[in-house]
């Protein structure tokens, strides 16, 4: 059981906040919940924080039926969040809720992250972060999406929540989200569904299912105000343009990114380039996104982590039994 609710309360010093915890992991999706979890039944102390008021990430906001988990037959989206949230207390890991990582920077002692939560603003020092907080769906342009009249962006709960009955709808966007919410749409009756993609690259049985008169291959205009594309005017526009690392919190790290933000780790060990802070799941897409390789990657940051742990530990004790062996290291 974590021994460490006062880590992340207003009002306390960052001295007492850490003591003992082994890693500190933002975001409680599939990644930083797999990795909370193997550390803390591999014997070790995480401390697991979550901006929002449930771990499962964007599993929670995914209603349909999730089918592409090779054990888990039968289970939707948001089942799978729940699941995540029982196994994180089977563990016996708490995972503070609300708590919005604001800045993680380099620190004598290790890492300094700043944020702020339901009693106010923190400060916390970190031996180790694991950065797991994923991506958000990318909006009309590269920065993150504002709420306008008559747009949605990114799939999930609200797609689902709205009533497509009678409505001229145009779905933006060629990868599978696109296609698979353009079907989504027509069959809750909209009147007319349009899909506009600059390329194709969903599954070929996404497209296959497409009506060809109703996608539109090429460039293409958006009036977000006026809700018209190609000049054409709809009552909704769905844009699903892909996603975005959402790491921007660790910016003070200066870690290794690829050209489209996402972290660079060591493929062993998921290891970013600034050494004790590691990066899993979607926000370093190291491999296919989806919850089984979020989970995968959460347990292999915790094997390295425990690794690095034993050999501190290890260091330590010979330099108890033989005092004047003169090694320095921590
Ligand atoms: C509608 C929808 C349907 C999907 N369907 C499937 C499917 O059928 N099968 C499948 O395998 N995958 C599916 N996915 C993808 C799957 O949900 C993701 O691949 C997976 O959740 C990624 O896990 P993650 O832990 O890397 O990130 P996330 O799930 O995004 O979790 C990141 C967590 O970090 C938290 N966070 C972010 N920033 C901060 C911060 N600064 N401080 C504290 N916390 C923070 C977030 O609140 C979030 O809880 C779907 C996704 C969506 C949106």
């Given at each position: 059981?974590?021994q460490h609710?006062?880590?992340?309360q207003?009002?306390?010093?960052?001295?007492?906040?850490?003591?003992?915890?082994d890693?500190?992991?933002?975001?409680?999706?599939?990644a930083?919940?797999?990795?909370?979890?193997?550390?803390?039944?591999?014997?070790?102390?995480?401390?697991?924080?979550?901006?929002?008021?449930?771990?499962?990430?964007?599993?929670?906001?995914?209603?349909?039926?999730?089918?592409?988990?090779?054990v888990?037959?039968?289970?939707?989206?948001?089942?799978?969040?729940?699941?995540?949230a029982?196994?994180?207390?089977?563990?016996?890991?708490?995972?503070?809720?609300?708590?919005?990582?604001?800045?993680?920077?380099?620190?004598?002692?290790?890492l300094?992250?700043?944020?702020?939560g339901?009693?106010?603003?923190?400060?916390?020092?970190?031996p180790?972060?694991?950065?797991?907080?994923?991506?958000?769906?990318?909006?009309?342009?590269?920065?993150?999406?504002?709420?306008?009249?008559?747009?949605?962006?990114?799939?999930?709960?609200?797609?689902?929540?709205q009533?497509y009955?009678g409505?001229?709808?145009?779905?933006?966007?060629?990868?599978?989200?696109g296609?698979e919410?353009?079907?989504?749409?027509?069959?809750h009756g909209?009147?007319?569904?349009?899909?506009?993609a600059?390329?194709?690259?969903?599954q070929?049985?996404?497209?296959?299912?497409?009506?060809a008169?109703?996608?539109?291959?090429?460039?293409y205009t958006?009036d977000?105000?006026?809700?018209?594309?190609?000049?054409?005017?709809?009552?909704?526009?769905?844009?699903?343009?892909?996603?975005?690392?959402?790491?921007?919190?660790?910016?003070?790290?200066?870690?290794?990114?690829?050209?489209?933000?996402?972290?660079?780790?060591?493929?062993?060990?998921?290891?970013?380039?600034?050494?004790?802070?590691?990066?899993?799941?979607e926000?370093?897409?190291?491999?296919?996104?989806?919850?089984?390789?979020a989970?995968?990657?959460?347990?292999?940051?915790?094997?390295?982590i425990?690794?690095?742990?034993?050999?501190a530990?290890?260091?330590?004790?010979?330099?108890?039994?033989?005092?004047?062996?003169?090694?320095?290291?921590?």
């Open positions: 059981m974590l609710s006062e880590a992340v207003g009002g306390r010093g960052p001295a007492e906040a850490d003591a003992g915890v890693a500190v992991i933002v975001g409680a999706g599939p930083g919940a797999s990795c909370a979890l193997w550390l803390a039944r591999l014997g070790l102390t995480p401390l697991l924080l979550e901006a929002g008021n449930a771990p499962g990430g964007l599993e929670r906001d995914n209603p349909h039926p999730d089918n592409w988990i090779a888990l037959p039968d289970v939707t989206g948001a089942q799978v969040a729940d699941n995540i029982r196994s994180l207390a089977q563990a016996g890991v708490v995972p503070r809720l609300g708590q919005r990582v604001r800045m993680a920077r380099p620190d004598p002692a290790g300094l992250l700043e944020g702020d339901p009693q106010g603003a923190w400060t916390l020092r970190a180790r972060l694991v950065i797991a907080t994923g991506v958000r769906a990318r909006g009309l342009d590269d920065r993150p999406p504002q709420p306008s009249p008559g747009v949605l962006v990114g799939p999930g709960g609200h797609i689902v929540a009533d009955q409505l001229s709808v145009a779905v933006l966007g060629g990868g599978d989200n296609f919410n353009y079907d989504y749409v027509r069959a909209a009147r007319t569904v349009h899909l506009y600059r390329s194709v690259r969903a070929r049985q996404w497209v296959e299912r497409a009506d008169c109703d996608v539109r291959i090429g460039d958006v977000p105000a006026g809700r018209t594309v190609n000049g054409q005017a709809y009552d909704l526009i769905l844009v699903f343009h892909g996603w975005a690392p959402q790491a921007d919190f660790a910016d003070g790290l200066a870690l290794a990114r690829d050209a489209r933000g996402f972290i660079r780790t060591d493929p062993a060990t998921a290891e970013a380039s600034l050494p004790g802070v590691y990066a899993i799941g926000a370093a897409q190291r491999m296919h996104p989806c919850v089984v390789t989970l995968a990657d959460g347990v292999v940051a915790a094997k390295a425990q690794a690095q742990v034993e050999a530990a290890a260091r330590r004790a010979s330099r108890n039994n033989h005092p004047s062996s003169g090694d320095a290291s921590p």
